[in-house]
C-alpha cells in the first residue's frame, strides 16, 4: 500500500513536470508567432469607459517595434490611459523572461477551450507580481491575461482575433483594471459648485475602468522610425 | 433714442478711465499667454498632477482652446469689477459734474435717459467682452493652435474633441454677456443715489465682493440664499463645457450636460436686469434732481 502510495506521489509529480514543459513549449510557439512581427502600425478606434472621465471615442494610431516599444496617438487630441497600459501590446506580455510558468488547467474563454498558464517571475524586483493567460493552444492565440501588479493594480486583458490573427494581432483589445478615487482641489479646478457631488459619488463606487482599441488596419514590418516612440 | 446712445456712448468712450479696464484685460492675456507659452508643460503637470498618478496622458494639453479657458477662468472674476468703473458713473457722474440737471431740460423723457444710458452701458459692457474673446480666444488660437480641451472639473475629468469646442465659447461668451449686463446693471442701479463716482463704484464692488464669497460657502444657511444671488450664476458659463454621456459613457457631440442648469441662471440674471432697471427708472421718475 504504501509502494502505490509512493508511486502515486511520483506520478503526480511527473505529471505536472510534462505540463510545465507543455506549458512552456506552448508559450514558446506563441512568442514564435508572435515575434514574427518585428514592428506594426495599426489604426483603429479607442473607446475611454471610466467612470470619471468623460471622453469621446477616437481615432488612434498605434505603434509597435520589438522588443518592447509601444507607442500610442491620437489623431490630433489627446489620449488618456491607464499606467501600464503599454501592455496593451501583447508583444510585451508574452515577451517575458525568468517567469516560472504553472500550467493551471483548462478554461473557456469566448465558447473557446483555452490553456491557463500562470506566470511568476523569478525576480523580486519585478512590478509584474503575477500574470495568468489563457491561450488557444489550437491557434496560438492570447486571448485572455489577467495581470497583478506591485505599483497598477491587477488588469485584465480580453483580446479578440480576425484578419490578423497568423500574425497574433488582435482586432480588439479591451483593457480593465480597477481606478483608483479622484478629487481635486477646488483651488485648482475653480468649480465651487458642489451640484452634482453625490451622484457622482455613487458612480465612482464602481471603480472599475476600460479601454477599448478596435482595430481597423495593421502595416506589419514596414518598419517604424525610433523618433515615433520619443 | 438712438442720437442719445450715441451721445452716451461718445461720453463713455471720451473718458480715460473706459480704456482702463481694456489695458488691464490686455495686460492680464498677455501675461498669462506669455507664461503658458514659457512653462505651459510644467503648468499642464501641475495641474494634472493627480489624474497622471493613475494615467499616462498623451498630446497637446496647452492649446489656444485651454489656454482661452484658464484665461476665463481668471478674469471673469475680475471683469465684473472693471465694468462698475464704468457702470456705476453713469447717473452719479453726471450729478457730480452738475449736467445731469442740464441734461433733463432737453425734450427727452426720464425713462429714454435712463434707457439710453442703460443700453451705453451694455454697449460698453459686450465691446469688453468682445475685446476679452478677440485677446482670449483667437489670440490664443494663433499663439497655441487648436486641439482637444482637457478640462478638470472636482470628481471628473472632461474632454472635448476640438471640433466641438469653438461652438461652446460661442455659448459661453453670450452667457458671459448677459452675466456682465447684470453686475452693470447693479452699478448702474446704485450710481443713481449718489452724486459721486466713488461711492457707487466702491459700493458695486463690495456687493460682488460679499456676494462672490457667499457663492463659494457650502454652508446651510448661505445655501438657502445662493439660488437668488446673481453671482451665483456668473459662472455658469463653464455648464457650456460639460459635456453628456450616454448608457456607454461615449460622449455625446453637441450636447451639454446641464441645459436647465443655463436656463435657470439666464432667468435669475435677467429678472435681476429687469427688476434693477425697473426701480431705477421708478424712482429717477420720482427723483428731485437737485444737481
Not at chain 2, 474633441?161 to 452699478?187: E, H, K, P, S
Amino acid at each position: 500500500m504504501k509502494k502505490l502510495g509512493f508511486l502515486f506521489l511520483i506520478l503526480l509529480c511527473f505529471q505536472s513536470i510534462v505540463f510545465s514543459q507543455d506549458a512552456t513549449t506552448l508559450l514558446n510557439k506563441v512568442k514564435a508567432k508572435i515575434n514574427l512581427v518585428n514592428d506594426y502600425t495599426a489604426t483603429g478606434k479607442m473607446k475611454t469607459d471610466i467612470t470619471f472621465i468623460k471622453a469621446p471615442i477616437g481615432k488612434v494610431t498605434v505603434y509597435f517595434k520589438k522588443p518592447n516599444k509601444f507607442k500610442l496617438k491620437k489623431e490630433n487630441g489627446i489620449s488618456i490611459l491607464p499606467k501600464g497600459g503599454v501592455s496593451i501590446n501583447i508583444g510585451a506580455i508574452i515577451n517575458v523572461e525568468d517567469f516560472d510558468i504553472i500550467d493551471s488547467g483548462e478554461e473557456i474563454i469566448d465558447n473557446t477551450i483555452t490553456r491557463k498558464i500562470i506566470l511568476l517571475p523569478k525576480n523580486e524586483t519585478n512590478d509584474v507580481a503575477l500574470s495568468t493567460m489563457y491561450i488557444d493552444a489550437e491557434k496560438l492565440l492570447v486571448k485572455k491575461v489577467v495581470t497583478t501588479t506591485k505599483e497598477n493594480g491587477t488588469y485584465q486583458i480580453l483580446l479578440s482575433y480576425g484578419n490578423y490573427s497568423q500574425y497574433g494581432l488582435p482586432d480588439k483589445v479591451v483593457f480593465g483594471f480597477n481606478t483608483k478615487d479622484y478629487k481635486m482641489p477646488k483651488g485648482i479646478t475653480m468649480e465651487f459648485d458642489d451640484e452634482g457631488k453625490k451622484e457622482m459619488r455613487e458612480k465612482m463606487k464602481n471603480k472599475k475602468g476600460k479601454v477599448e482599441i478596435m482595430y481597423n488596419t495593421y502595416i506589419i514590418n514596414k518598419g517604424i522610425n525610433d523618433a515615433i516612440f520619443n | 433714442m438712438f442720437t442719445l446712445i450715441q451721445i452716451e456712448l461718445y461720453k463713455i468712450f471720451n473718458r480715460p478711465r473706459t480704456y482702463i479696464a481694456f489695458i488691464a484685460i490686455a495686460a492680464l492675456t498677455i501675461i498669462v499667454q506669455l507664461g503658458l507659452k514659457v512653462d505651459g508643460k510644467e503648468y499642464a503637470d501641475f495641474v494634472m498632477a493627480d489624474l497622471k498618478n493613475t494615467f499616462s496622458i498623451d498630446g497637446k494639453i496647452i492649446n489656444g482652446y485651454f489656454v482661452c479657458y484658464v484665461l476665463l477662468q481668471l478674469l471673469l472674476v475680475h471683469v465684473p469689477l472693471l465694468i462698475a468703473l464704468i457702470a456705476a458713473d453713469m447717473i452719479s457722474g453726471e450729478a457730480n459734474i452738475g449736467t445731469l440737471r442740464l441734461l433733463l431740460t432737453k425734450p427727452i423723457s426720464r425713462v429714454q435717459f435712463i434707457i439710453a444710458k442703460f443700453i451705453a452701458t451694455c454697449i460698453y459692457t459686450v465691446a469688453l467682452l468682445i475685446w476679452l474673446a478677440i485677446l482670449g480666444l483667437l489670440l490664443s488660437i494663433f499663439i497655441f493652435g487648436t486641439g482637444d480641451l482637457l478640462l478638470l472639473k472636482n470628481n471628473y475629468v472632461v474632454q472635448l474633441q476640438q471640433n466641438d469646442i469653438f461652438w461652446r465659447y460661442t455659448g459661453a461668451f453670450l452667457f458671459a454677456a448677459i452675466a456682465m449686463i447684470t453686475v452693470a446693471a447693479v452699478g448702474f442701479f446704485l450710481s443713481l443715489f449718489a452724486e459721486n463716482s466713488i461711492g457707487p463704484i466702491v459700493a458695486t464692488m463690495s456687493i460682488i465682493i460679499v456676494c462672490t464669497i457667499l457663492s463659494t460657502m457650502s454652508l446651510p444657511l448661505f445655501n438657502l440664499i445662493k439660488p437668488y444671488l446673481f453671482t451665483t450664476h456668473l459662472v455658469t458659463w463653464k455648464e457650456f463645457f460639460d459635456i453628456k454621456i450616454n448608457n456607454q459613457n461615449e460622449t455625446i457631440a453637441g450636447s451639454i450636460q446641464n441645459p436647465a442648469k443655463i436656463i435657470n441662471s439666464l432667468t435669475v440674471l435677467i429678472a435681476h436686469i429687469i427688476i434693477l432697471i425697473s426701480i431705477t427708472i421708478f424712482i429717477f421718475k420720482k427723483k428731485d434732481i437737485l444737481s
